[in-house]
């Protein structure tokens, strides 16, 4: 069973700084299909990124996606208010079907 | 716009049983997977079920194999999760989440319903 381990666990930067947070997975993630989503208090998550680096619709390109095999990487370039919140990276095609990892708070400093 | 409402949720006792649906607006139901995935409180993000466009490939995480039914109705644009025999750890936010990207990811979730298992 593949499992996806996220760090640090909690991030404390300022708005204007660059984030950087990693996700890692026990066994190699199937075709790269790695997805970044974004969660908000009292909010559904949000898809920011698919297939490791592609971004969705709308999102902004300060954010961008890395990464292959087992590690990848969700950068912010320059922090907004708005971008504040939990990440969670999720794998689609290892057993099971689909998972996430545990979660990136990202917190102002 | 695209749209999807979850609702069903509710308080039911240990070893009870609920039907959570899903109704979606703003896109054709039929050319999408569809997930259902739930966040217990305080919790991360957990899997649950996942359903091809037809219908002809169904998967349930292990922890509800069994117990969960995940189905649609096209004709409805309506998704389901049939759950029984629940139990309190079943104690959750339930999303659903329409399927992109070749099914890889869910693109678009609802706000979700709450399901509290407690006697």
């Known amino acids: 069973e593949i499992v996806l381990t996220q760090s640090p666990g909690t991030l404390s930067l300022s708005p204007g700084d660059r984030a950087t947070l990693s996700c890692r997975a026990s066994q190699s993630v199937t075709s790269n299909n790695l997805a970044w989503h974004q969660q908000k208090p009292g909010q559904a998550p949000r898809l920011l ?3 490791t680096s592609n971004r969705a619709t709308g999102i902004p390109d300060r954010f961008s996606g890395s990464g292959d095999g087992t590690d990848f990487t969700l950068t912010i370039s320059r ?7 939990v990440y969670y990276c999720q ?3 290892s057993s099971p079907m689909y998972s996430f990892g ?5 917190e102002i400093k | 716009e695209v749209q999807l409402v979850e609702s069903g949720g509710g308080q039911v006792k240990p070893g009870g049983s609920l039907r959570l649906s899903c109704a979606v607006s703003g896109f054709t139901f039929s050319s999408y997977s569809m997930n259902w995935i739930r966040q217990a409180p ?3 993000l957990e899997w649950v079920a996942s359903m091809s466009i037809s219908g002809s490939f169904i998967y349930h995480a292990d922890s509800v194999k069994g117990r ?3 189905s649609r109705d096209n004709s409805k644009s309506l998704l389901y999760l049939q759950m029984n025999s629940l ?3 079943d104690t959750a936010v339930y999303y659903c989440g329409r399927g992109r990207y070749s099914g890889t990811t869910s ?3 609802g706000q979700g319903t709450l399901v509290t298992v407690s006697s």
């Open chain 1, 49 to 51: 990124i698919y297939g």
């Open chain 1, 79 to 85: 922090l907004e208010p708005e971008d504040f919140a």
């Open chain 1, 91 to 93: 794998q689609y095609g």
């Open chain 1, 102 to 106: 545990q979660g990136t708070k990202l």
């Open chain 2, 42 to 44: 305080g919790k991360g």
């Open chain 2, 68 to 70: 969960f039914t995940i």
């Open chain 2, 87 to 89: 139990k309190a750890e």
């Open chain 2, 107 to 109: 693109d678009f979730w």
